[in-house]
């Protein structure tokens, strides 16, 4: 299916709201997608943490203080966004949730919050960004290589187990028990590879991690919910291919999984990035 066959999707984008964001203005943003000829948007701001987590995080503290947007921003969140969806509602159809964290000591908390404010959403992500790992502490996937290197990669045996690691987190935030109003999509499933270039991890996966990536898009397929196609990994200085990358892609889009394209966008720039390298998708 072509570019002109299609409803052009824009399925996870940020906003003003995140603190480790460009700060751009989110009408910006929407302005921008409308121009390159987006119809449906989804704004997936990261939803705030628990509290409590900040006693079992380790690691740079940005990586936490700086994760996501603040329970005080939540009215000020949906008003803005509420506006937005209303104001553009004759050039583009807008979407307003969460991109929620998935952790697995705090499922009961991340399950009150979505009671509490899915009912004012219609599109949410779920994501890995944190994992257990020196000094069995949390500490942040994606924020910086030195908290990667440090926490994470020194405490695995190679790759192929900090992979297995993180896969197996992926894998029970799918079957997590968050609710009527657990999100519909798993966010970038392979973010663990961010900084793959960096530290030149195994760019294949061994027998274990294929059947664990296989029994994730099994269990994705087998609950009806999609899977966010990020391309925001092509542009990372040692990423280099989207999250999952196009063999895992084709593999879901053949069990008839539904692929939905993200910028994972943070800024009016990022917008659109990649959409038409992995357009053939959707």
């Known amino acids: 299916m072509g570019d002109n066959d299609m409803l052009k999707r824009e ?133 910086t290589m030195q908290d990667f290197e440090i926490g994470l990669l020194s405490e695995s045996e190679n790759a192929q187990t900090l992979f297995a690691t993180y896969f197996n987190l992926v894998d029970e935030s799918v079957t997590a028990s968050l609710g ?30 294929q059947k664990l990536i296989q029994e994730i898009l099994r269990k994705i397929l087998d609950r009806g919910l999609q899977l966010d196609f990020n391309a925001a990994g092509l542009y990372k200085a040692y990423c280099n291919q989207p999250y999952p990358n196009f063999k895992i892609a084709i593999q879901a889009q053949q069990m008839g999984i539904q692929l939905i394209y993200g910028s994972d966008a943070h800024s009016v720039a990022e917008i659109g990035h990649g959409y038409h390298g992995l357009a053939e998708f959707f």
Request: hydrophobic share 30%.
């Open 11 to 143: 399925g996870h984008s940020h906003t003003e709201f995140c603190p480790h964001g460009s700060g751009d203005d989110v009408e910006l943003m929407i302005q921008r997608a409308i121009h390159l000829g987006f119809k449906e948007y989804s704004i997936t701001e990261h939803a705030p943490l628990p509290p409590e987590l900040q006693n079992e995080y380790a690691g740079q503290k940005t990586g936490l203080t700086e994760a996501s947007m603040s329970m005080s921003d939540l009215d000020a969140y949906f008003k803005k966004m509420t506006l937005m969806k209303t104001k553009y509602a004759d050039q583009i159809h807008i979407h307003i949730g969460f991109e929620v964290d998935y952790l697995a000591d705090f499922v009961s908390w991340t399950r009150d919050f979505l009671d509490e404010y899915g009912p004012r959403t219609d599109d949410n992500i779920l994501s890995v960004h944190f994992m257990k790992g020196k000094d069995d502490k949390y500490w942040c996937v994606d924020d």
């Open 180 to 209: 009527q109003y657990a999100p519909n999509r798993i966010g970038h499933m392979t973010l663990i590879r961010k900084f793959q270039d960096r530290f030149n991890l195994d760019s294949q996966y061994n027998e274990t991690n």
